[in-house]
């Protein structure tokens, strides 16, 4: 009997894995070998869900919320969005301009599928988040690199986004704190390139703030969206799972003009429709929670993380790290380690090194090529101090010689 032959998609063909997820996977096949590795390659914390919020969730159960919910999101989540758009950012939603899906990565791919169609551009800010780039390219995108690097902090320049602006430019994504660098837009910043992008009211501009309260800026978080010039160009995507440590409950949300939200209801739809329905309760709960109670002291803690990676990394020679004012990464340089031979495994790019990293130190790390700049690795301090201080004295042990 002849054989069928069987062909994957063209579009499954070209969609590159996630690195982080992939070095993921690696750190686990090597602990159940009984091998020693600390992981500081996934965008997780530590700390569990708060108690108010995994109570509200037994609750819900108990009150039998198992059904179907509306594929927006149950009204009274859409109402605590909204409170909390208008608390933390003074920005003024409705219901009808909120979306709840199956996370902000869910959101991100929900907004470039209704916005963005075969060729029309998409400018991503490098460094980047791994799935900006393939997000865009399964709505059949065109990615616009911007590269960035140490010298300004991984921040774009309003001359540098007038320059990369193309009659097909569609959208820009970014993040801002930022996942891999930590860098955080200053007010004055994101004015200078709101200014820019009024001037052309056919970009829109996805702004992806998930780590909105992991901000060790005096200043605090500033949302692009605030500026009136650009309101109706812009999509806030947001979520529970970074600051109220719930990423494994898969909430995302965006705030968008209001028939980009319709577009978005409709299209996920026919994806998902309605996201889990004891997750969405537990989310009013977070979200109508004070996060000086709630989320404050974890930032106090990730705010002591970051002082001892920072001290540490300062010590690894060839290492050059800038301060990240947000989120939970380290972004250093490791450009001077480029080309050179190490205990017999040469080192050509920043994959090589981590690859490296994990075989001599028992490290896992994301390599930076993956988030758009080769020089650099990723490393997430959403770990305790006594695991960072013995990852770090491991990075150090296997890069001197």
Known sequence: MEKTSTKLSGRIERLEPSATLAMSAKVRELKAQGVDVISLSLGETDFFTPDVVKDAAKKAIDDNYSFYSPVAGYPELKKAVCHKFKRDNNLTYEPSQVVVSTGAKNSIYNVMQVLVDKGDEVLVPAPYWVSYIEIVKLAEGTPVV??????????????????????????????????????????????????????????????DEIYEHINFTPEGHTSIAEFPEVYNQTIVING?????????????????????????????????????????????????????????????VFARRRELVLKGLAEIPGFKTDIPYGAFYAFPDISEYKGKTLRGHKINTSDDLCMYLLAEAHVGLVAGSSFGNDNCIRLSYAASEEVLSEAIRRIKEALTE
């Not at 820009?172 to 200053?186: D, H, R």
Request: hydrophobic fraction near 45%; include cysteine; charge should be neutral.
């Open 146 to 207: 911007m590269p960035t690097d140490i010298s300004t902090n991984y921040k774009i320049t309003p001359e540098q986004l007038e320059a990369a602006i193309t009659p097909r430019t569609k959208a820009i994504i970014y993040s801002s704190p930022s996942n891999p660098t930590g860098a955080v837009y200053t007010r004055e910043e994101l004015k200078a390139l709101a200014e820019v992008l009024a001037k052309h009211p056919n970009v829109y501009i996805i702004s």
């Open 240 to 300: 529970l799972a970074k600051a109220y440590a719930m990423t494994g409950w898969r909430i995302g949300f965006i705030g968008a003009p209001a028939w980009i939200a319709k577009a978005c209801d409709n299209f996920q739809g026919q994806v998902t429709s309605g996201t889990n329905s004891v997750a969405q309760i537990a989310a009013v709960t977070a979200l109508l929670a004070d996060p000086e109670e709630v989320v404050k002291p974890m930032v106090e």
